[in-house]
């Protein structure tokens, strides 16, 4: 019953910014980890930045300096601040979330995804 929303993509030029926000709701007991992933056309999908429980980060070499993963523990969100956009960036970016439901009737994390967001970063 865990479901995450990915909002926030959209079109935008070179060098600018955009934020992305995944929110997650239903039974959720705890959250371990809450992880932005991104998959460009014909490409594997690949880890952008994550935060854990201990709001220890860890960012792709790509887009260490430029992007940012927050969370707000109140609303079950995680947030992407992206700036400086590149070309390179153009993908479909899914939120992921290692969470515990207590729908499940045992202590034991899984993974839930988001439905993407598309982000293009044109002129």
Same mark, same amino acid.
């Given at each position: ?29 705890? *959250? ?28 792709? +070499?790509?887009? =260490?300096?430029?992007?940012? *993963?927050?969370? +707000? ?12 956009? =590149? ?11 290692? *969470?515990? +439901? ?8 899984? +993974? ?12």
């Amino acid at each position: 019953q865990v479901q995450l929303v990915e909002s926030g993509g959209g079109l935008v030029q070179p060098g600018g910014s955009l934020r992305l926000s995944c929110a997650a709701s239903g039974t959720i007991l705890s *959250i371990a980890q809450m992880a932005w992933y991104r998959q460009a056309p014909g490409k594997q999908r690949e880890l952008v930045a994550r935060v854990n429980s201990n709001e220890n980060t860890n960012y792709a +070499d790509s887009v =260490k300096g430029r992007f940012t *993963i927050s969370r +707000d523990s109140a609303k079950n969100t995680v947030y992407l601040h992206m700036n400086n956009l =590149k070309s390179e960036d153009t993908a479909v970016y899914y939120c992921n979330g290692r *969470i515990q +439901d207590v729908a499940l009737g045992y202590p034991s994390m899984n +993974d839930y995804w988001g439905q993407g967001t598309q982000v293009t970063v044109s002129s």
